[in-house]
């Protein structure tokens, strides 16, 4: 009898556990696409128009790095840091470029916070595709703001339509945040 409720116990502290991932159901059709085709670098960028910049979420584009809104969110104003060079890992990358991108990640965070006022942030890099990067071959890092109980947030905007909305209004929203970075970087 014990046993058994041992074995409930554990099983629910699983459940309790998986529940508590964002979930974010669009990422499964992104990881698809990336694992089955090659495609262009989403980070290499041939123009920097401000049509272009908006179009592909980018918030900030200088000669070492940028800063970009991730099209397939693991939550609300999710952003993405990486160097202007198609480099896969950070030992590869110059001590500017370095410098830069450690300003960049401290920026970006004081500006979702001033902006969506999250709890919290996960913060990091996924080197290599067995890590879990779905563009393993330019290095980046995520910084994601967290709320209280939001592994809960995503169902609301489950559908590829209302998505794309959101991610053009997260856009609208935070691009007045990135307006002085050239500024704070100097
Ligand atoms: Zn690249």
């Known amino acids: 009898m014990d046993r058994q409720r041992a074995k409930a116990d554990r099983r629910s502290e699983a459940v309790q556990r998986r529940d508590q991932r964002l979930w974010a159901p669009w990422r499964s059709s992104y990881l698809a ?4 085709t090659p495609q262009r670098c989403i980070f290499c960028l041939r123009r920097l128009g401000a049509v272009q910049l908006s179009r592909r979420l980018i918030l900030y584009a200088g000669p070492q790095a940028l800063v970009m809104l991730n099209r397939y969110p693991y939550n609300n104003g999710h952003l993405m840091v990486a160097p202007r060079r198609h480099v896969a890992s950070p030992e590869l990358l110059s001590r500017a470029e370095r410098t830069t991108i450690a300003d960049l990640v401290a920026y970006a965070v004081e500006r979702l916070r001033a902006a969506l ?3 919290a942030f ?19 890092w995520h910084v994601v703001p ?5 592994t809960n947030f995503m169902p609301v905007i489950a559908s590829t339509r209302v998505l794309s909305q959101h991610l053009e209004e997260s856009y609208a929203l935070l691009a007045p945040h990135f307006k002085a970075i050239e500024t704070a970087l100097s």
């Open 33 to 36: 696409r990336t694992r089955s």
């Open 117 to 119: 006022r999250p709890a």
């Open 122 to 140: 996960n913060v990091g890099a996924n080197l290599g595709r067995a890590a879990g990067a779905g563009f393993a071959d330019h290095m980046h």
């Open 146 to 150: 967290r709320w209280e109980g939001d």
